[in-house]
Nanobody, 123 residues
């Protein structure tokens, strides 16, 4: 089994910063893309940012210049540094990982989601 455990959410005021972490654990052969998604009340889940195992990053236009995604491959951990937070960033943030897990006759592709962590930006 593989699981993703997120941490770092909370309540902050506009303009402040937060750092989210997400660690993958379990039976993992390799992790390809890791990313962060968010879902605000009444809205669809959307991609915030993702990063490949070689460090190529991709950001939603709404967070470019404010958020930075990074990862530690040795720890199978991805981070999201969120600066200059706005009320519209309020959402549940979900970690996601595309990975390979070993099975008896080879490897199996999995797309795994974390349980989500709430980020609230409010004065």
């Amino acid at each position: 089994q593989v699981q993703l455990v997120e941490s770092g959410g909370g309540l902050v005021q506009p303009g402040e910063s937060l750092r989210l972490s997400c660690a993958a654990s379990g039976s993992i052969f390799s992790v390809n893309v890791m990313g962060w998604y968010r879902q605000a009340p009444g809205k669809q889940r959307e991609l915030v940012a993702d990063i490949t195992s070689t460090g190529t990053t991709n950001y939603a236009d709404s967070v470019k210049g404010r958020f930075t995604i990074s990862r530690d491959n040795a720890k199978n951990t991805v981070y999201l540094q969120m600066n200059s937070l706005k009320p519209e960033d309020t959402a549940v943030y979900f970690c996601n990982a595309d990975l390979l897990t070993p099975i008896p006759d080879g490897y199996r592709y999995l797309k795994v989601w974390g349980q989500g962590t709430l980020v609230t930006v409010s004065s």
